[in-house]
């Protein structure tokens, strides 16, 4: 199992540069970034910035998507990063949700989150490539031929068979293990229905974690659900709440859900909470004491989980990350 953190980019550049330098020590092997450039500071600069104060862990958006930058300019971006990390460099890419919605724009259709996928590994692998937006062939000649990872964010089935057909890994913001699983299976099958090798598929968990009395740890994370639920009702939207292709525990708990303020996205003070019950935040956050963590993320890794990313926005990052260092990680890794 391996662990991840996620920041926005409301952290300060000194308390990232400190918390990366923690996390890695504690064994944290992935650092990602929120990826919405008006809501937060861009997330590639603190990434570079990142990068020169650690060693060995690896970096990336999560999730970015195909719409926001040209796409030469984003393989070089990608490119430009893996090679100043020595390699340490992989993308979570996704439709585009904050980031485009913020500006009254549209997410990308899954057929070009797939062709963005393939045209920009193969660009920063060093190939020519030709895509719609630009006219003439592209080619990266300082290239050096790095493979990019590419996890893809997804929920709906369209959206996990891409993600199995053209991705190297699978971003679930959710900490359910049975809703994992269930989505865990469409990618790998999907993957494995396009003739690809699955062995080396991965999965990812990202979750709020906390640590306390439950009610406490509930009102500092359920701002978590109502983020998720916002991905939630566009797939009902589209398939319908009693097609069989949603599970009813997610169409269940959105019944009520009012609307969504994208200025405020995966933010505590997000007007539209009142939809998430205890029950909800208690299945889609890791909660509790130590053996509560640590027995939830055993059930994540029964179910095909191969890394929890922890969403480091509800407060005590430093103590959360010690403990994980200390008590946790250990567990699985020591």
């Known amino acids: ?12 550049p ?5 918390l990366v330098r923690q996390a890695e020590a504690a064994g944290f092997t992935y650092c990602w970034f929120y990826d919405s450039h008006i809501l937060w500071r861009e997330s590639f600069v603190a990434m570079a910035m990142c990068m020169e ?19 030469s300019l984003s393989a070089s971006l990608y490119a430009s990063l893996a090679h100043q990390s020595n390699g340490r460099f992989d993308i979570g890419l996704g439709r585009g949700d904050s980031s485009m919605r913020v500006m009254g724009k549209k997410p990308a ?3 070009r989150l797939a062709e963005f996928t393939t045209k920009v590994k193969a660009m920063v692998r060093g190939e020519e490539v030709e895509y719609g937006e630009c006219p003439e062939p592209v080619k990266l000649p300082w290239a050096t031929g790095y493979e990019l990872p590419v996890w893809i964010g997804a929920y709906g089935p369209k959206a996990l068979a891409t993600a199995g057909e053209v991705g190297d890994g699978l971003i679930l913001q959710i900490g359910d293990p049975d809703l994992v699983k269930w989505f865990k299976d469409q990618a790998i099958n999907a ?10 598929f991965k999965i990812q968990a990202a979750a709020p974690a906390y640590f306390g009395d439950m009610d406490y740890c509930i009102e500092h994370t359920k701002w978590f659900p109502a983020m998720v639920g916002n991905h939630v009702a566009d797939i009902v939207e589209q398939y319908g709440s009693d097609s069989g292709l949603v599970p009813k525990s997610l169409t269940d708990y959105i ?3 009012r609307g969504y303020d994208y200025s405020k996205h995966g933010q505590s003070d997000n007007p539209f909470l009142d939809f998430i019950t205890e029950d909800i935040v208690k299945s889609f956050c890791v909660l ?3 053996e509560d963590h640590i027995a939830k993320i055993k059930d994540l890794e029964a179910a095909g989980t191969t890394q929890f990313n922890i969403y480091l926005d509800s407060g005590d990052e430093e ?9 946790i990680i250990p567990v699985f890794n020591g």
């Open 14 to 18: 000194d308390r990232a540069r400190n």
């Open 191 to 200: 993957g494995e229905a396009a003739g690809r090798d699955m062995s080396n």
């Open 255 to 257: 019944e009520k859900r």
């Open 109 to 111: 259709t899954l057929a």
């Open 1 to 12: 199992m391996e662990f991840g953190i996620t920041f926005k980019g409301f952290v300060s």
């Open 53 to 71: 104060h650690t060693k060995t862990m690896r970096f990336g958006p999560c999730v970015t998507n195909p719409n926001i930058r040209d796409w």
């Open 319 to 327: 103590e959360i990350i010690a403990k994980y260092g200390r008590e």
């Open 288 to 290: 509790g004491t130590v």
